[in-house]
């Protein structure tokens, strides 16, 4: 039995090399509706500092260009149909045209039907320069209506965002690169990027690597690691972008221009509500607690806040430096807790029509375990909901949505999954 907490919320993230039992492959056309325990309202702990709930945000209360109203995800039952098994999927967008494109993390990106599971014409393939394995490859991938943006570690492993034209039938042109960052080390390499509803380009990094911040990136303005970046992909001059002049740092005095939050430890997929635009990231926790953060597009996206690593991690300080100043995230979890896990894979917020009960939900789960959760308004701030559901294949790495909003989940090891009603 599903049991749902009100509970502040937290962030997520993806390491391969954590997860080492992962289920085996289900066949395509079945379904699971496994079940995982059933948590409890005390199990997702909260410090007592945070045990009073931040206010529910006005900009998430409802949606605004729909007539469905919120759902309630305790009352949603779900199940996953394996439509297709493919070679390491690791992130979708909609093309221009109204399809699916999906990314493989050896570096091709294919067309991809979520109705059929059918996979078509490679669109892109990238595969002579990068190499995929640990939290290394194609890492994602975003489109607008002339674009294809991607994000991956070349042969050296270090970070680039490249950018592609589109022709009117939708083939990506030439290659030009955006941006290359080196990396120290050879994981936290992020991997979220998202087209915003501002039309400026967002990309997220992790602090570089090795454990606890060596470096001190996380606090450190003066590195694009450890941030969101928010870039104008417009060539400026000699610069192959160029940088909004709203950025927090734009004028380069007291930080990288480029920069738009600060303080992330590895942040592993973040999305935009297309109904309210508030923003929804996931940064992966260190060896404790995972955490959600929620930045609202009323109040610009989180322009300029810091979200505390490595000070903190979750709303527990790690490092014992300064606590002042931080954005709290709205739901941590810890590891070993119920409903525990060990990466919090970050996921989208539910604006299809097949699961009314998940409308204005904000979906997410964990690597390691391939739970699925919700997260809701409610009276006291938000909800946790176990939805009683193991992704099939474990080693949830992605969500993707059709243009009508419904849901794809993606596993490490292969298969794409659609979330269904159980009585569908």
């Known amino acids: 039995m599903r049991s749902t907490a009100a509970v502040a919320i937290a962030a997520l993230g993806l390491v391969a090399a954590a997860c080492s039992d992962v289920p085996s492959s289900t066949p395509a056309g079945t379904t699971t509706t496994a079940t995982v325990p059933s948590t409890t309202a005390d199990t997702a702990t909260v410090p007592d500092a945070a045990t009073t709930l931040p206010p529910l945000p006005e900009s998430s209360t409802a949606p605004a260009t729909t007539s469905l109203p919120p759902g309630d995800p305790s009352q949603a039952s779900v199940t996953a149909t394996v439509i297709a098994t493919l070679d390491e999927p690791i992130a979708t967008a909609i093309a221009p ?28 393939d990238i595969s002579s320069l990068t190499t995929a394995g640990g939290e290394r490859g194609l890492l994602s991938i975003a489109v607008d209506a002339d674009h294809l943006y991607v994000d991956y570690t070349d042969q050296s492993g270090n970070s680039n965002i490249d950018v592609y034209a589109l022709d009117p039938d939708g083939t990506p042109g030439e290659r030009r690169p955006l941006l290359q960052l080196d990396q120290p080390f050879a994981n936290h390499n992020g991997g979220g990027m998202a087209v915003g509803p501002d039309g400026m380009l967002y990309v997220g990094f992790g602090d570089g690597g090795s454990g606890g911040d060596p470096l001190g990136s996380g606090q450190d303005p003066t590195s694009l690691l450890g941030s969101v970046i928010r870039i104008d992909p417009t060539p400026d001059g000699d610069s192959a972008y160029s940088i909004p002049p709203d950025n927090p740092f734009a004028d380069g005095a007291e930080g990288r221009p480029e920069i738009f939050i600060t303080g992330l430890r590895n942040p592993w997929r973040f999305a935009f509500d297309p109904v309210t635009d508030d923003l929804w990231l996931a940064d992966v926790g260190q060896d ?69 009960e998940l409308h204005g939900a904000y979906l997410f789960g964990d690597f390691c375990t391939a739970r699925l959760w919700a997260l809701s308004a409610s009276d006291d701030g938000f909800a946790f909901t176990d939805l009683d559901l193991e992704v099939p294949g474990g080693a949830l790495t992605s969500f993707g949505v059709d243009s009508n909003g419904e849901v794809m989940l993606l596993s490490l090891t292969g298969q794409i999954s659609r979330l269904e009603p159980t009585d569908s």
Not at 98 to 104: H, I
Not at 323 to 335: A, C, K, Q
């Open 97 to 124: 045209d109204g399809g699916v494109w999906l990314a493989q993390r050896d570096g091709r990106v294919v067309e991809f039907d979520p109705t059929t599971g059918e996979s078509g014409a490679t669109i892109l």
């Open 288 to 356: 404790r607690f995972e955490e959600v953060d929620l930045m609202l597009g009323s109040d610009g996206w989180g322009r300029g806040e810091n979200l505390g690593w490595n000070d903190r991690e979750g709303f527990h300080d790690f490092a014992g430096g300064d606590s002042e100043g931080f954005i709290e995230p709205v739901f941590e979890y810890p590891h070993d807790g119920n409903p525990g896990g060990c990466s919090v894979t970050g996921g989208l917020v539910y604006r299809g029509g097949q699961i009314p």
